[in-house]
């Protein structure tokens, strides 16, 4: 199973979402690839920010360096679930794959039964609010997993 979470420029919620997840399948001994991107390129290369850093620390969840990316198509064949953080981004999302003919992109709150996106502390500041949406809905995907 291969997981690919996404957000606008791949550097706060969506990389949150990747090392919370590997972290959670990590501890369930699961065999899961976990990846993260963006639908804009305006932060292609730059590494994790440091808010969604500081907040994993916090939790405990190892955080590595990595580089912002943006979605590709090919990515759309290669992923089975496709988690998006907000409405603009499943609407980008599925603009860039053609309308998700095979129905693998769903909002990341949906996992955990919720009908909304998370709020980008990129604007908001609030990392530890995002974190928690991420976890419930990291929680949900792992239940779908299991």
Known sequence: MRVL???HGNICRSTMAEYVMRYMVS???LDVEVASAGTSSEAEGWDV???TRR???EHGVPCGHR???RMTSDDYRNFDIIAVMD???LRDVRAMTGGDLEGKVRLLMSFAGED???ADPWYTGDFDRTYEDVVRGC???LEELR
Request: hydrophobic share 40%.
């Open 5 to 7: 979470f996404v957000c």
């Open 27 to 29: 501890e369930a001994g």
């Open 49 to 51: 920010h440091e808010g």
């Open 55 to 57: 907040v994993l620390r």
């Open 67 to 69: 580089s912002a990316r």
């Open 87 to 89: 409405m603009q981004n």
């Open 116 to 118: 909304r996106g998370i």
């Open 139 to 141: 929680r949900g995907i």
